[in-house]
């Protein structure tokens, strides 16, 4: 663990109106010891590792098994920052029961707390799950898991009644316990009159400035994803610089400098 006092649900949800939040999606060991030494306040081992780590189409493909693997390796960094794992596909949809069923075995695995996508429609799970014992981030927008049913991945809240419908599901999350929501690829305004109308936390992704806190994914962050969302920005470029280093490998093995003569 790095130093300082450690991050939990509830000191994250102190942080609306004091400080921006700052969280990275990471999905490994690695990538967690690297965003916990940049002191980031969490850590989201995200459902998009589907694309991001195991080259699927979409997060439909990631299963509960496969977050517990990596919630697993993520808590074995002892990162300060808090520790959310996605609720992915599948895991929570069902009934309340299978929703708490699976919050738990994330937090076995070593998650803090859970997120889960939905509105209104899920508040229900959102609740039971709080009532567990686990604290749950929300997650309203662009919910990729139900890309089918918005037609593609597209920019949520530009009628009149879209945006109703996300402060809608935004005031239903908190009411239902929730302790902080991730805003997706929304528009900026939309964001802006939910975080200034919930009481906790709003962390954006596309979805503009005006919220409480941004996350991006550290692949995204470093240069490491090939097709980064248009919203991302880029403060490194660690793919070419990874590819410089194993093709000078390559051509000291080939070359035979690489090992050294004795």
């Given at each position: 663990?790095?130093?300082?006092k450690?991050?939990?649900?509830?000191r994250?949800?102190?942080?609306?109106?004091?400080?921006?939040i700052?969280?990275?999606?990471?999905?490994?060991?690695?990538?967690?010891?690297?965003?916990d030494?940049?002191?980031?306040?969490?850590?989201?081992?995200?459902?998009?590792?589907?694309?991001?780590?195991?080259?699927?189409?979409s997060?439909?493909?990631?299963?509960l098994?496969?977050m517990?693997?990596?919630?697993?390796?993520?808590?074995?960094a002892k990162?300060?920052?808090l520790?959310v794992?996605?609720?992915?596909?599948?895991?929570?949809?069902p009934?309340?029961?299978?929703?708490?069923?699976?919050?738990?075995?994330?937090?076995?695995?070593?998650?803090?707390?859970v997120?889960?996508?939905?509105?209104?429609?899920?508040?229900?799970?959102?609740?039971?799950?709080?009532?567990?014992?686990?604290?749950?981030?929300?997650?309203?927008g662009?919910?990729?898991?139900?890309?089918?049913?918005?037609?593609?991945?597209?920019?949520?809240?530009?009628?009149?009644?879209?945006?109703?419908?996300?402060?809608?599901?935004?005031?239903?999350?908190e009411d239902?316990?929730?302790?902080?929501?991730?805003?997706?690829?929304?528009?900026?305004?939309?964001?802006?009159?939910?975080?200034?109308?919930?009481?906790?936390p709003?962390?954006?992704?596309?979805s503009?400035?005006?919220?409480?806190?941004?996350?991006?994914?550290?692949?995204?962050?470093?240069?490491?994803s090939?097709n980064?969302?248009?919203?991302?920005k880029?403060?490194?470029?660690?793919?070419?610089?990874?590819?410089?280093?194993?093709?000078?490998?390559a051509?000291?093995?080939?070359?035979?400098?690489?090992?050294?003569?004795p």
């Open positions: 663990m790095r130093e300082g450690k991050v939990t649900a509830r994250l949800a102190k942080k609306k109106g004091a400080e921006p700052v969280m990275v999606t990471a999905y490994d060991y690695p990538t967690a010891l690297i965003a030494e940049a002191r980031v306040d969490a850590i989201l081992v995200g459902d998009s590792l589907a694309m991001v780590v195991l080259g699927l189409e997060t439909h493909g990631v299963s098994g496969d517990l693997h990596h919630i697993r390796a993520v808590a074995r990162p300060r920052a520790v794992g996605d609720m992915p596909f599948g895991s929570y949809e009934s309340p029961r299978v929703a708490v069923e699976s919050a738990i075995a994330m937090v076995r695995a070593g998650a803090e707390a997120k889960l996508e939905g509105g209104s429609e899920y508040a229900d799970r959102v609740r039971e799950i709080v009532r567990a014992g686990v604290p749950v981030m929300g997650h309203i662009l919910t990729p898991q139900r890309y089918l049913r918005l037609g593609g991945y597209k920019r949520q809240g530009k009628t009149r009644s879209d945006a109703e419908r996300l402060l809608e599901d935004a005031l239903a999350l239902a316990g929730a302790f902080s929501i991730v805003i997706e690829f929304t528009v900026p305004e939309v964001a802006k009159a939910i975080t200034e109308k919930v009481g906790v709003t962390i954006c992704i596309g503009g400035p005006y919220c409480d806190g941004q996350v991006l994914v550290f692949h995204d962050i470093v240069g490491l090939r980064p969302p248009p919203f991302a880029k403060y490194a470029d660690a793919y070419n610089i990874l590819v410089e280093a194993v093709r000078a490998y051509d000291d093995v080939r070359s035979q400098r690489f090992p050294p003569k």
